[in-house]
């Protein structure tokens, strides 16, 4: 055994309470026959409690391919695709005003102005939840869509930071 593999299994050792075997199987590698023992002594992901299908004509308000998001805290969930978000119950429940699209959830910014260089095409959505601060992230890369291919071309990335775990506390 080499010195990092030995003082890993002391780690292992210490957290587990159980040894590790640093014997091989004839021919074979020790360390993979050490993790193999390990990971049968490990948790393994617990099984899906309920499930449910993300509804809201998601797919055909946001084109394909839907570049799926989903977020999940301890009460709600936010799934996105491409320029759609949507926030459901943990029971699989759409809460109202959901979906929405980015254009209109980032509207009170006043980036979409109507003027030459507003924003008003938004894409590549993300989500999180911050399971320290209770809260969720989004967002998206938005731009001009007047300017797409030439040096006036604006990009903007907008971010929205929910006030509670639950979308309908509202967003900052």
Known sequence: M????????????QQ?????????PRGGDPNQAESAALAADLPQTPPASLSWQASGNLASSSGFPSDAQIAVSNTHVLVTARAVIAAYSKSGTLLAGYPITARSFFSPLGLDNGSEFAIDRYFDLRAIFDGYRKRFWFGALGYNSAHSSDTKRRN?????????????????
């Open 2 to 13: 080499h010195e990092e593999d030995s003082s890993e299994s002391e780690n292992i050792r």
């Open 16 to 24: 587990t309470g159980k040894e590790t075997s640093s014997s091989a």
């Open 156 to 172: 903007k990335f907008t971010i929205a930071v929910s006030k509670t775990e639950n979308p309908l506390d509202g967003w900052y």
